[in-house]
């Protein structure tokens, strides 16, 4: 299961960006871990979405070792830095479509702490959102989170901000779709003016002008991105008091959900 969970190929790209041991000078403290055998752990409660505690021992690691692990290398920005990683692999393949970024957001239900608020989707109950930005094909290029009561369209400039210069099949690096599509949660005069300032076109649906028909034609590609992302159970509801540890799922999902692109195209 180790080997599906993280395959070698995947490893690879993650090994080289896992900060280094620094013991510490009064001695003591915690002796390094299998860094393969905690990643794969991480990777099995985002998958699984079983708690911490129920970690099965045959992953050789403990659970406040993995706990511990994970919360050290959320700080370090490890899941940022692997999803940049990774696009860059897909970059250079030529295999992300700049023609045009998609937009949009899922809400799900929280228990309490950071970026929860009542959701309007769900009773009032409380909750988080997703926010994800893909490209042409689903490839999801940055995400992030915040309350379940956040308009949709204050997250757009943060995800735009967030997409990483990616590196290309010929030519310098890129961050910038050519054209980028929203529904109508994001249908402001201010927001329209900020994206054409950033040289990207805008196709964002007019309320009360396009039908939800025509809008489909589109979204359909953002809603399969974020069914991927929820495909990764630990996200379907947020145990994590802390956001910084939601969002470090989300990102991870991210990533691998990239990575899954990229072993496809190898075979």
Known sequence: MSKRLVPDELWRLVEPLLP????????????PADERAVFTAVVF???????WRMLPPSFGVTVPTAHRRFAAWTE???????????????????LIDWSRAVVDAASVRAKKGALTGPS????????????????RMGIP?????SAANT?????????????????????????????????????????????????????????GVESSERLGRQRWVIERTISWLTGYHRLNLRY????????????????????????????
Do not use: M
């Open 20 to 31: 280094g041991f620094e013991p510490r000078p009064q001695g003591g403290g915690t002796a």
């Open 240 to 267: 994590d008091r802390k956001h910084t540890h939601f969002l470090a799922f989300l990102t991870l999902a991210a990533a691998l959900t990239c990575h899954k692109k990229l072993a496809k195209s190898s075979t």
């Open 151 to 207: 308009n949709d369209a204050e997250a757009l400039k943060p995800l735009v901000k967030a997409i990483p210069a990616v590196r290309s099949r010929r030519g310098p690096r890129r961050r910038r779709p050519g054209k980028l599509h929203a529904d109508k949660a994001y249908d402001t005069a201010e927001l329209r003016e900020w994206v054409r300032g950033r040289g990207i076109g805008v196709r964002i649906a007019r309320k």
């Open 76 to 94: 370090a920005g490890l899941w940022r830095r692997l999803h940049r990683a990774v696009l860059d692999e897909l970059g250079s393949r030529g």
């Open 141 to 145: 290029l940055s995400v992030g989170i």
């Open 120 to 135: 309007p989707v769900d009773r009032g109950k409380s909750g988080s959102k997703i926010h994800v930005l893909s490209d």
């Open 45 to 51: 409660v985002l998958t699984s979405g079983c708690a």
